[in-house]
């Protein structure tokens, strides 16, 4: 049989890269992770990488792998680190996962406009208890992880939910790329938890990087939100966060010019990268 058609028909799967199921004892739920290696893990046994953890893995994993070989060049823009894409409950289909998963209160749309699937909100706290439980010290026994170097990437209601971490557990992670969040999810809740955890602390020891696509505001235009000022959204939560003097806090933001909820991802988190990962000089 030819090479050729061996290939014929076959699955196409990334070279490299690893799934693991990692159970939630308390939910029953399987959740799935896919991991990532950089190319000098083999070759470098005595060395700990930084673990950057991205939620919405479907999509998202194979993107910000794809991309961070071509932006990375060699080790000279990026340091190597170790991805981990968070996908979603087994049997679940992505959007029921991510909706109940990724937000903080239950009240929430119910059903679907396009299908009528029913939905489930608000337990991003379970969610954010079984990460620290279980996902968190799996991969720090089953590869060589730098524990002080935890990087939590969200989109969307993943940006929502990397928000709701950072007020609830902020050393969760030492780093958190927030990306067109959600922060307009019930009555913009986050805002309520943002100043429930300035009431009770005095330091939020994070590095925060968010970032949106210039369109994500009201306006005329087609890829305008209609009725949403995401970006308005974004700049008063940041200018929350530095108004507290949080000594440990340092918070950056961009728009990215001429992109919208759906095109802003790769050069967004791209950003979010080159900002949280630089290659040591």
Avoid: C
Avoid at 125 to 137: D, F, K, M, S, T
Avoid at 212 to 223: A, D, H, L, Y
């Amino acid at each position: 049989m030819t090479g050729g058609a061996l290939a014929d028909g076959r699955p196409y799967e990334l070279k490299g890269t690893q799934v693991w199921a990692v159970p939630d004892p308390v939910s029953g739920r399987t959740y799935e992770i896919f991991v990532n290696l950089p190319a000098s893990y083999a070759q470098n046994p005595d060395r700990s990488y930084p673990v950057l953890y991205v939620t919405d893995s479907d999509y998202a994993f194979p993107v910000v792998r794809s991309i961070t070989n071509r932006v990375r060049d060699d080790g000279r823009a990026l340091e190597d680190f170790i991805l981990v894409g968070l996908s979603y409950a087994v049997g679940d289909s992505p959007i029921f996962s991510r909706n109940r998963d990724y937000t903080p209160t239950p009240a929430g749309t119910s059903t679907s406009r396009s299908t009528g699937q029913s939905f489930v909100h608000g337990e991003a706290e379970a969610y954010r208890i079984y990460l620290q439980n279980q996902v968190l010290p799996f991969v720090q026994k089953k590869f060589r992880t730098d524990p002080q170097r935890l990087i939590l990437m969200g989109h969307s209601y993943g940006g929502l939910f990397g928000a709701h971490v950072l007020l609830t557990e902020p050393t969760m992670f030492s780093d958190y790329v927030l990306g067109s969040p959600s922060f307009w999810y019930d009555k913009r809740y986050i805002f309520t938890a943002e100043q429930q955890y300035a009431a009770a602390n005095s330091d939020l020891p994070a590095n925060v990087f968010l970032y949106i696509g210039s369109f994500e505001t009201v306006g005329n235009k087609p890829r305008y939100r209609k009725e949403i000022d995401m970006v308005g959204d974004m700049h008063k939560f940041a200018k929350k966060l530095e108004s507290r003097n949080y000594p440990g806090l340092t918070v950056a933001t961009d728009v990215v010019d001429g992109e919208d909820h759906l095109t802003v991802f790769p050069s967004g988190f791209t950003r979010g990268l080159l900002t949280v990962l630089p290659a040591k000089r």
